[in-house]
């Protein structure tokens, strides 16, 4: 069985942590956040695995190499422009249309069982078989509907709940259901998905599969499971699974800490240095990030100036402000 990891997204809400490298390929605990997705797939065995670039594709290559790290086998799949999510398995349908394979996006970390889930594939013997988590705090994921263990169609976000006491919202319907990211496809998805365009799966290719009497099932997974989708969501999920650890710093290769400085609850990227007196608390300090003597910095993100200078923030991008030879983005509020 082979699978593909999707990785060539901007990343634009972690910018300016991503203004260097696509959002897969940014440091989490040790190895690149694309290289927990590998060694999640290998550990069911799976080892033939595609990757899709588009975004600062050098960074995944530097990241991940050949794989080997990871106990896999990699195989990079260019895309000159962005493809969408199931555009991008239209390009790479040479390397996994022989058989039933595996899609995952780069920019999760799990421990659901896919063992499990490949199970509920072939029992139902679907086209598609999603894994599904159920939503209770009705975050901003797309709210999946089904029936009978089979996917029917997806909504918009979840309606947040008016109240803590759930009798006060027992009028809002079933728990909401999300996709986690993960899929496991049968070949015969190909004949849904467009040919050289863009496309994305849960809006062009499953509705019309359904439409077409195909089964999409739907298998409801328990388990850890984050989406780094934020420079937010991923410092909090860090430190929690830095807290399990017992610890509440990572300080990533060639970096210092004073033992004059104050560090709590931060994540260092590669040689970082926090000097004598400096304070650092709740923080992401990227590679070759210097805070100086007497400095404070917290809940906030930083990066060197020189990565920012000229360079044009996205859209979605939180504000920032230069402090010295550092551009910092706070996170409060």
Known sequence: MRAMILAAGYGTRLWPLTVDRTKPAIPFLGRPLVGYVAEYLAAYGITEIAV????????????????????????????????GTSGALDNARDFLAGDTFIVVNGKIVTDINLASAIETHRRTEAIATLVLRANPARERFSVVNTEAG??????????????????DN???????????????????IFNY????????STTDVYPQAISHGERVAAHLAEGVWYELSTIERYLSISLAMLRREGRDVEVGAGSFISTEAEVLESILWDNVTVEAGARVRRAVLGDGVVIPSGEM??????????????????????????????FVVSLAG
């Not at 020189?306 to 979605?316: S, T």
């Open 297 to 326: 910095i917290e809940n906030a993100a930083v990066v060197r100036r020189e990565l920012i200078e000229g360079a044009e923030p996205p859209p979605k991008a939180l504000k920032g402000v230069m402090r010295g030879d550092n």
């Open 52 to 83: 899709n670039l588009h975004h600062q594709p050098d960074s995944v290559r530097e990241a991940l190499g050949d794989g080997s790290r990871f106990g896999v086998h990699l195989h990079y799949v260019e895309e000159p422009e962005i493809l």
């Open 170 to 188: 027992a009028g809002e319907g079933e728990m909401p259901l999300m996709f986690t990211g993960i899929q496991i496809l049968d070949p015969g």
């Open 193 to 200: 998905i467009p040919r050289n365009v863009f496309s994305h």
């Open 150 to 167: 089979f996917v029917k169609g997806f909504g918009g976000m979840p309606t947040p709940p008016v109240s803590t006491d759930a009798s």
